[in-house]
Nanobody, 124 residues
């Protein structure tokens, strides 16, 4: 059974940083592209960042480019999202997800596995 478990969310002041982790079990992450999405209650799930199986290719939403960094440690079967210079608009539940390739990486419907999400709240 595949499980993705996010951690690292919390409450932070504007301008602060958080690092989210996504640990996988039942799935060899080195064979998967990974993505981070976020969702605010009542709104659609929004693409944040994606990374290919080796970590050599990354993509970011314009809203987080230059502030967020996605990375992975395949030996630990874990993907990370380093979030810097956070602002209140970054407040959301953050989800990690896995798919077989990086094609159409912004399309949440094409991801095969999802974590349960972790809440990030940025206070002004």
């Amino acid at each position: 059974q595949v499980q993705l478990v996010e951690s690292g969310g919390g409450v932070v002041q504007a301008g602060g940083s958080l690092r989210l982790s996504c640990a996988a079990s039942g799935l060899t992450l080195s064979s998967s592209a990974m993505g981070w999405f976020r969702q605010v209650l009542g709104k659609e799930r929004e693409f944040v960042a994606a990374i290919n199986w080796s970590g050599s290719i990354t993509f970011y939403a314009d809203s987080v480019k230059g502030r967020f960094t996605i990375s992975r440690d395949n030996a630990k079967n874990t993907v990370y999202l380093q979030m810097n210079r956070l602002n209140p608009e970054d407040t959301a539940v953050y989800y990690c997800a896995a798919k077989s390739s990086l094609n159409s990486y912004t399309n949440s419907a094409l991801y095969d596995y999802w974590g349960q999400g972790t809440q990030v709240t940025v206070s002004s």
